[in-house]
């Protein structure tokens, strides 16, 4: 009775006030450069990815599947 | 342990008692913040502890000097919520702590300026975080943890009083930042609403004047909100604020921006570089990312599959999900890419059925009129521009601009 009371009150301490994601306190005087702000972070993404190449790997094996289809038929 | 003399206890408690009137005296707001930093494990806290234990009269040393009685009502229960905090009595820690914190309030209000601003915000944190602890106290006794929420209650009424037209409404957005941690680790999350409308729309704030530490939490947590609600562009805009502005130096913060930041991006047609994902150890994205650039719903699948727990838990899994959609039209597009380039006269005519051999080669097993329903589904949303013939199972496409780009902006909802 004991051992199972405790289990419940486990279960119940690993449940409440989960937050995985809690930011992380800055100082309270804490200050950085504008000029070092993140500009290396913001500039890494790519918006031009949705193009017509069709020479990787996976397109070459889509086409190969693809015709093999249409022989079939 | 070094022997502790009577003598010893009484010349600390003295000290801590006229660092107190001292700091209020000349206005010394760093001097004072230090006096209330309990979880902080100063040695000088720590040592007052002890020394109060073994005086055990400190009361009387504060009633009989007038610079020090004026104060009683915040350093009494101070003291003791600092012996019971080193003894961790963490709830009767935080009780105590608490009515220093009333205490200390009323008098901030009389306080013309803003120097004390800083030990406010101590004060705020360390009710917070011995409400926490607290709570965990009272849940592995068993009994119901409820300092959090009062903690809460107390910030509101703290984040009430700044709210004004003086120079303290500068320190309303760190009280702010506060409350969201609570709130997000309730689960009442809710409750934000209040206060992100009074920091948005009251006119006592400009936004601008805040300190940049705090603006970028705000932004962090308000931008989760976002991506909670599916506002896309808005989730957009605050994360990437606070990962702009974020100090480059907090890599663990910027890692949590991202976390958010990433699903919002691939849900406007924008990817990540593998390094990014690599350099703060989002690797649990780079499926997701692979799955999009070829078009794999297969790939993708596999990559919600193998990283449930983890998307769940930081509720990104549904905005996931949606992805699908998009990486079924680059799929779409490239039998269409390679049918033009086999027969570029009949390219626009994808037969349905080739669509399912496709499916059917990434062992996903959908018959014709499933994939009518994709498609259908595909054209509604403007993700495929064209119609299709039914009776001949035929998607016609749009001889121009087929397969529209989001730029920038969410699938049509």
């Given at each position: 009775m004991a051992t199972e009371a405790k289990a419940v009150t486990e279960d119940v301490k690993i449940d409440l006030f989960e937050d995985d994601d809690e930011f992380e306190e800055f100082e309270i005087n804490e200050k950085w450069d504008d000029k070092e702000e993140g500009k290396e972070v913001t500039q890494q993404w790519e918006d031009d990815w949705d193009d017509d190449d069709v020479s990787d790997d996976f397109s070459v094996q889509l086409r190969r599947e693809l015709e093999s289809t249409t022989e079939k038929n | 342990m070094a022997y502790l003399s009577m003598g010893e206890s009484h010349r600390r408690i003295t000290e801590f008692l006229n660092?107190?009137?001292?700091?209020?005296?000349?206005?010394?707001?760093?001097?004072?913040?230090?006096?209330?930093?309990?979880?902080?494990?100063?040695?000088?806290?720590?040592?007052?502890?002890d020394a109060l234990s073994l005086f055990n009269d400190a009361n009387r040393l504060i009633n009989q000097n007038e610079n020090f009685s004026q104060f009683a009502d915040i350093i009494v229960p101070l003291f003791r919520s600092l012996q019971h905090y080193?003894?961790?009595?963490?709830?009767?820690?935080?009780?105590?702590?608490?009515?220093?914190?009333?205490?200390?309030?009323?008098?901030?209000?009389?306080?013309?300026?803003?120097?004390?601003?800083?030990?406010?915000?101590?004060?705020?944190?360390?009710?917070?975080?011995?409400?926490?602890?607290?709570?965990?106290?009272?849940?592995?006794?068993?009994?119901?943890?409820?300092?959090?929420?009062?903690?809460?209650?107390?910030?509101?009424?703290?984040?009430?009083?700044?709210?004004?037209?003086?120079?303290?409404?500068?320190?309303?957005?760190?009280?702010?930042?506060?409350?969201?941690?609570?709130?997000?680790?309730?689960?009442?999350?809710?409750?934000?609403?209040?206060?992100?409308?009074?920091?948005?729309?009251?006119?006592?704030?400009?936004?601008?004047?805040?300190?940049?530490?705090?603006?970028?939490?705000?932004?962090?947590y308000t931008g989760r909100l976002e991506v909670f609600n599916e506002n896309f562009p808005s989730a957009d805009y605050k994360l990437s604020y606070a990962l702009k502005h974020c100090n480059p130096q907090h890599e663990a913060n910027i890692r949590m921006i991202l976390k958010y930041l990433i699903p919002v991006k691939l849900s406007i047609g924008i990817l990540p570089n593998h390094g990014l994902l690599e350099k703060y150890n989002l690797l649990e994205y780079g499926n997701i990312v692979q799955a999009l650039k070829r078009g794999d719903p297969r790939l993708l699948r596999c990559a919600l599959q193998d990283h449930e727990d983890w998307f769940l838990r930081s509720g990104v899994y549904l905005v996931l999900e949606k992805i699908e959609l998009q990486v079924y039209q680059r799929l779409v597009k490239k039998i269409y890419i390679i049918q033009k380039q086999r027969d570029p006269a009949r390219a626009h005519q994808v037969k349905l059925e080739v669509i399912v051999k496709a499916l059917k080669w990434l062992d996903i097993d959908m018959d014709v009129d499933e994939v009518e329903c994709i498609m259908a589904i595909l054209i509604y949303k403007n993700l495929v521009k064209g119609y299709f013939a039914h009776k001949s199972k035929v998607a016609v496409l749009s001889k121009q601009d087929p397969f529209p780009k989001l730029n920038g902006k969410p699938v049509n909802s």
């Open positions: - | 660092r107190f009137s001292d700091a209020v005296s000349y206005q010394n707001g760093v001097s004072f913040k230090s006096l209330f930093a309990l979880s902080s494990n100063s040695h000088f806290l720590l040592s007052l502890a080193k003894q961790t009595n963490f709830v009767e820690a935080y009780n105590a702590f608490e009515k220093t914190a009333n205490a200390f309030v009323q008098e901030f209000r009389n306080w013309e300026s803003a120097w004390a601003l800083e030990a406010l915000f101590v004060i705020v944190y360390e009710i917070r975080v011995l409400a926490e602890k607290a709570d965990r106290q009272l849940a592995s006794n068993g009994k119901s943890p409820e300092k959090l929420k009062g903690a809460g209650s107390l910030l509101m009424k703290v984040f009430g009083i700044l709210a004004g037209k003086g120079a303290k409404r500068v320190g309303a957005l760190y009280v702010t930042c506060q409350l969201f941690k609570i709130y997000f680790k309730l689960g009442t999350v809710h409750l934000c609403r209040s206060v992100i409308r009074s920091i948005e729309t009251a006119r006592i704030f400009d936004f601008e004047e805040f300190p940049k530490r705090d603006k970028v939490t705000y932004m962090y």
